[in-house]
């Protein structure tokens, strides 16, 4: 099976490789536009991000799925706080499907940070002193102590995007390309 990742941000790869690794496939990373702002702010537009990146990893390979993966910030009801949130598309060219990965609360100075325009990779990189945390543990390990980290949360998004794809009786009723 070959499978393109529309990014070529290497935490993005290690997250598809280990979540299909026991399908053996041969992964391409693929940098694509997500279409979307660099920091997106709601799961419609974090989702619009992955579906953009999965479709055009496919439509620049010739790949039998392509995945895309976006992470963002989002508020939810009866939730306090800005919430990291995870993202993940996977393509066959005919239909999509889509699959969230962990959510965590982000602490109020990053949130404030963001809510000024930042965006959340440089604005932890700051808070740390570090630089490319976001392709290495990301904010998700981070504010977890390493209890998840950023390929295990965005693995669990692909497994659940990728997920109906290898199983039987799995297929949703509405068109392939709505959400």
């Excluded at 965006?119 to 209890?147: F, K, Y």
Aim: net charge negative; proline share 4%; aromatic share 4%.
């Amino acid at each position: 099976m070959n499978v393109a990742v529309g990014s070529t941000n290497p935490v993005k790869v290690e997250a598809v490789e280990r979540t299909l690794e026991r399908f053996q496939s041969s992964i391409t990373a693929v940098e694509v536009d997500s279409g979307v702002a660099e920091q997106p702010w709601s799961i419609g537009e974090t989702v619009t991000g992955a579906e953009n990146r999965a479709r055009r990893a496919l439509a620049a390979t010739d790949a039998d799925y392509g995945i895309g993966l976006e992470g963002g910030v989002a508020r939810f009801d009866g939730v306090p706080g800005l919430s990291l949130i995870m993202w993940a598309a996977a393509t066959d060219g005919n239909r999509i499907e889509r699959g969230g990965g962990p959510t965590l609360r982000l602490p109020d100075e990053v949130a404030r940070r963001l809510e000024d325009g930042a965006e959340l990779g440089p604005v932890m990189d700051d808070r740390l002193g570090t630089a490319g945390i976001a392709e290495r543990d990301g904010a998700a390990g981070v504010l977890t102590a390493g209890l998840t980290d950023r390929s295990r949360a965005l693995g669990e998004a692909v497994a659940c995007a990728f997920g109906p794809f290898v199983t039987t009786g799995n297929q949703a009723t509405e068109t392939s390309e709505s959400h």
